[in-house]
């Protein structure tokens, strides 16, 4: 008499694990990155999930509401070579509601990357990350993320805009491009040492800056040797580093007493027009090789920046 019960209660609780293990399946393949949040997991409904390639940037976001209604949002966006660029999280509906970052411009300091692969051509990317953001301005809220990601397919969306990219090549000294900008600037209007100025300006992700400055556009320097030092303001290379407390707010341009110029002499060779992958419209490479300075002592002999620029005309 109690068997067929019996075979009711085991068939109806057997029906409902199967379920929940579905709906966490669902949820956990509609994620782009699979993570916790210190050491909780974070499941639940997809409510936002983003992939891109774009301008060298691997771009990531995924948001989730969980069973008890907090909803949490996870951006990360990783350069070509699996250099961090930024790590944001924001969390919403719970005790430490807010947003959480990594050190901007210095996202490695708190959060690390590993295992990197990327596939441009398939579209398949894996990585694992671990590691702290900070709320408000201070180190005081803290959180500390891991996770992984394992996609098969981005989607790539071709280059556009003015660009200035930096990527070394010799791990001897890293800049890795995060944030550029191009501008032309004109001096001594009406006299006779009037000028135009070409810059290009560009941040990594390690608290570096650097400023590209020509007195002609890069379309009039093909196969053209340019040999530089600080004594010359219309051309040459600036170069500064970021030595501050970790800065979360993010910003870009103003150089206060935490950011360190160093002296810089070299040349800037090599320069070539070409078309490729980095932008469908043609741009120009070219070679900046630099001894770097601080007060007169050389700190970095003979550093190579390969660099790929647009035209400002």
């Known amino acids: 008499m109690y068997r067929p019960l019996l075979f009711l209660l085991s068939f ?7 379920c929940k293990k579905s709906e966490e399946n669902d949820a956990v393949s509609g994620m782009s990155i699979l993570f916790s949040d210190n050491s909780h997991a974070v499941r639940g409904k997809v409510s936002y999930d983003y992939t ?10 995924t948001g989730v509401k969980e069973s008890d209604g907090s909803y ?6 990783l350069l070509h070579n699996g250099a961090l660029a930024k790590a944001q999280y924001f969390k919403q509906n719970s005790s430490n509601d807010g947003h959480y970052f990594a050190p901007h411009l210095q996202a490695g300091k708190s ?5 990197f692969k990327y596939d441009k051509s398939g579209g398949h990317l894996s990585f694992s990350f671990n590691g702290k953001v900070y709320k408000g301005g201070g180190q005081d809220d803290e959180r500390i993320l891991a996770g992984k990601v ?3 397919a981005i989607e790539y969306v071709p280059c556009k805009g003015s660009i200035i ?31 135009t ?3 290009y300006n560009v941040y990594s992700n390690a608290g570096q800056y650097l400023s590209l400055r020509l007195d002609s556009d890069i379309s009039e320097l093909v196969n053209k040797e340019i040999v530089f030092d600080d004594s010359n303001e219309k051309r040459g290379v600036r170069y500064l580093e970021y030595q501050g407390p970790f800065m979360l707010a993010e910003s870009y341009g103003y150089f206060d007493h935490n950011w360190k110029r160093f002296q810089t002499r070299g040349k800037i060779t090599s320069i070539q027009r070409t ?4 932008s469908f419209e043609p741009y120009y490479q070219g070679l900046i090789i630099m001894d770097i300075l601080n007060e007169g002592r050389v700190v970095k002999e003979g550093v190579e920046l390969p660099f790929y620029v647009k035209s400002l005309k």
């Open 52 to 61: 891109m390639d774009n301008c060298g940037n691997i771009n990531l976001i």
């Open 197 to 199: 100025q070409y810059a």
């Open 12 to 18: 109806f609780f057997f029906s409902f694990v199967g």
């Open 111 to 115: 959060f690390q990357i590993s295992d």
């Open 150 to 152: 394992d996609l098969t």
């Open 275 to 278: 078309i490729g992958e980095r």
């Open 165 to 195: 990219d930096v990527m070394t090549e010799n791990p001897s000294f890293n800049f890795f491009s995060m944030y550029s900008s191009a501008g032309t600037l004109s001096s001594g209007l009406g006299t006779a040492n009037q000028y």
């Open 72 to 77: 949490s949002e996870l951006k990360l966006t």
